[in-house]
């Protein structure tokens, strides 16, 4: 459930920011959502868990990288995600093609090298016409400016106890690197927008 607290972010927002702080205010915006986010993709979940049904949810950031390799890519993400916070444990996944990458991650725990929480599934693919197909599915018409984007960044949920702390720092990280927009299928683009859920 979440609290008052965790959607802080939303009334910083409302706050005047300075004139050089854009970046700042993306970056509140992608927290707060993702906070917010978070309570609703964990009802979901746990509604799917009771149901029976496999526990998964997937988080999809499209953006504007000029990477032209997606391990690379991954890489540029990873040591990003390693400079701004806790450690992190993992395995990467593949060989794919070069513009494909994938990595099994999760937040480290500090007294050893397991995870704190189930790991995450992160998956890059790089190309403006790599990604045409989900850019099209998830924006018909263009309405998010999305078109044209060459990045392709997808964060897998599974398991009983998701790892948020790094959904935050992963979805903090690609709108700071490469300037993602978020989509999920259950709230399409609304999903960096949503209200804390009522509880």
């Known amino acids: 459930m979440t609290s008052a607290k965790s959607c802080i972010g939303q009334e910083l927002l409302q706050?005047?920011?300075?004139?050089?702080?854009p970046v700042v205010a993306s970056l509140l915006r992608a927290?707060?959502?993702a906070t917010c986010m978070m309570a609703r993709i964990t009802n979901s979940l746990r509604s799917s868990k009771d149901d029976g049904g496999t526990v998964a949810y997937?988080?999809?950031f499209f953006c504007r990288s000029g990477e032209e390799r997606g391990d690379e890519a991954l890489d540029r993400l990873l040591d990003y995600l390693l400079e701004s916070g806790d450690r992190l444990v993992g395995e990467w996944l593949g060989p794919?093609?070069?513009s494909v990458a994938a990595f099994r991650l999760g937040t480290g725990g500090s007294d050893s090298d397991r995870p704190v929480a189930d790991l995450l599934?992160?998956?890059i693919h790089v190309g403006v016409a790599e990604i045409a197909e989900s850019?099209?599915?998830?924006?018909p018409n263009d309405e998010w400016g999305i078109w044209g984007c060459d990045l392709l960044a997808t964060v897998t949920l599974s398991g009983d106890n998701p790892d948020w702390t790094l959904v935050h720092r992963i979805w903090a990280a690609a709108v700071s690197l490469w300037r993602a927009v978020p989509w999920d299928e259950s709230s399409g683009f609304e999903i960096a927008a949503g209200e804390a859920p009522q509880h």
């Open 15 to 21: 706050v005047s920011l300075p004139h050089q702080a």
């Open 31 to 33: 927290i707060a959502g």
């Open 58 to 60: 997937q988080l999809s």
């Open 96 to 98: 794919f093609v070069d």
């Open 121 to 123: 599934t992160l998956e």
């Open 135 to 139: 850019v099209i599915a998830a924006s």
